[in-house]
């Protein structure tokens, strides 16, 4: 399958600061991008839908403000998480797909893992 | 998107194969069955999915009964690498319908 990538794959920071994650699609065009964040034992929760060139679609609950997301190209999207507190410490991912990809064809990158200290 | 009940943990030998069940009772017509697995401190990854028919490939079976309220993941010799939680999603293909929401999955544990 194609292969999406994430950096960095681990990051600590301190609280009040801010951190950027990169998802890249590395042999494919990604016209969509989707972030999740994954807590300790729990399952994925959509954080965001974001569309090539387009401003990304928050979930309820998520504040856009806080999670900024920029999809300025075909193979990058970023996630900036603003002002991180502990609570922001958590297990991010990533995922996209080609225009012409059947449904079942969203790649998942390997994760950041965020910790706020 | 139709919600999914699975058993919150499982347990397979080595060698044997591992049969996931998942619930999907209020599925509609034109929803998929999708399964994914994740392995510890990794991404998710896709391993089959199917509408109404049985489907096969590398990695897995998927066998859906035939009033699709109910459908098996079957690993036909379940390795180490197994190991994970195994993710049924049902969900409608369409225009614009990418989302995937997970559910809380089945723990698969293989035991040597």
């Known amino acids: 399958g194609a292969v999406v990538s994430q950096h960095p794959s681990r990051v600590i920071c301190k609280s009040g600061t801010s951190v950027k994650i990169e998802c890249r699609s590395l042999?494919?065009?990604?016209?969509?991008m989707f972030w999740y964040r994954q807590f300790p034992k729990k399952s994925l929760m959509l954080m965001a839908t974001?569309?090539?060139?387009?401003?990304?679609?928050?979930e309820q609950g998520v504040e856009k403000d806080k999670f900024l997301i920029n999809h300025a190209s075909l193979t990058l999207s970023t996630l900036t998480v603003t002002s991180a507190h502990p609570e922001d410490s958590s297990f991010y991912i990533c995922?996209?797909?080609?225009?012409?990809?059947?449904?079942?064809?969203?790649?998942f990158g390997p994760g950041t893992r965020l910790t706020v200290t | 998107d139709a919600k999914t009940t699975q058993p919150p943990s499982m347990d397979c030998a080595e060698g044997r194969a591992a049969n996931l069940p998942c619930n999907h009772s209020?599925?509609?017509?034109?929803?998929?069955v999708y399964w994914y697995r994740q392995i510890h401190s990794q991404g998710p990854q896709y391993i089959i999915h199917?509408?109404?028919n049985n489907e096969t490939n590398e990695m897995a079976s998927l066998i859906i009964t035939e009033d699709r309220k109910s459908s098996t993941l079957i690993l036909p010799h379940a390795t180490l690498r197994d190991t994970a939680v195994y993710y049924c999603?049902?969900?409608?293909?369409?225009?614009?319908?990418?989302?995937?929401?997970f559910g809380k999955g089945t723990k698969l544990s293989v035991i040597p």
């Open positions: 995922s996209a797909r080609a225009g012409t990809a059947r449904a079942h064809e969203q790649y």
């Open positions: 209020t599925i509609s017509g034109n929803e998929y």
């Open positions: 974001s569309n090539e060139g387009s401003k990304a679609t928050y």
């Open positions: 199917g509408l109404k």
């Open positions: 999603i049902v969900r409608v293909v369409g225009a614009g319908s990418y989302q995937l929401t």
């Open positions: 042999d494919f065009q990604a016209t969509t």
